[in-house]
């Protein structure tokens, strides 16, 4: 079975060598996202948690064109700048997951593109 890359106009396009998502053997594995406009393609939000917002808004995009929805997320990671940004963006984040709770890292790092304080990436079951 080939690999099915999945893209969509709803998030923002790859500023790099790489696609929004790929569909293999049933999963859909999304690239991270940022806190990007998709129709601008400019960051938005000035707060970790106003920027994961957008960010979760993003990844929604992605899931849909790829046949899949945030219910059927099995595992994310979320790359913070800060860990004191963890409380708001975990507040954010769990609005996305009020009853299904998706296997999850969250880990610091020095710096993310275009200066965001977060990005989340995932993978899902694809329908």
Same mark, same amino acid.
Not at 24 to 32: D, E, I, P
Not at 47 to 62: D, F, I, M
Not at 63 to 75: N, Q
């Given at each position: 079975?080939?690999?099915?890359?999945?893209?969509?106009?709803?998030?923002?396009?790859?500023?790099?060598?790489?696609?929004?998502?790929?569909?293999? #053997? #049933?999963?859909?594995?999304?690239?991270?996202?940022?806190?990007? $406009?998709?129709?601008?393609?400019?960051?938005?939000?000035?707060?970790? &948690?106003?920027?994961?917002? /957008?960010?979760?808004?993003?990844?929604? &995009?992605?899931?849909? &064109?790829?046949?899949?929805?945030?219910?059927?997320?099995? /595992?994310?990671?979320?790359?913070?700048?800060?860990?004191? $940004?963890?409380?708001?963006? @975990?507040?954010?984040?769990?609005? !996305?997951?009020? @009853?299904?709770?998706?296997? !999850?890292?969250?880990?610091?790092?020095?710096?993310?593109?275009?200066?965001?304080?977060?990005?989340?990436?995932?993978?899902?079951?694809?329908?």
């Amino acid at each position: 079975m080939k690999p099915e890359i999945v893209a969509t106009g709803s998030a923002p396009a790859a500023i790099g060598p790489y696609s929004q998502a790929v569909k293999a #053997g #049933g999963m859909l594995y999304c690239s991270g996202q940022i806190a990007l $406009d998709p129709a601008t393609m400019q960051m938005v939000g000035a707060t970790a &948690a106003e920027q994961a917002e /957008r960010v979760l808004q993003n990844l929604e &995009a992605v899931l849909k &064109a790829g046949g899949s929805s945030f219910d059927k997320v099995v /595992r994310t990671t979320i790359y913070l700048v800060s860990m004191a $940004d963890f409380a708001a963006v @975990n507040e954010v984040y769990g609005k !996305r997951f009020p @009853n299904h709770k998706p296997a !999850r890292a969250t880990v610091a790092v020095k710096e993310l593109p275009k200066q965001g304080l977060v990005e989340i990436d995932c993978i899902a079951i694809a329908s």
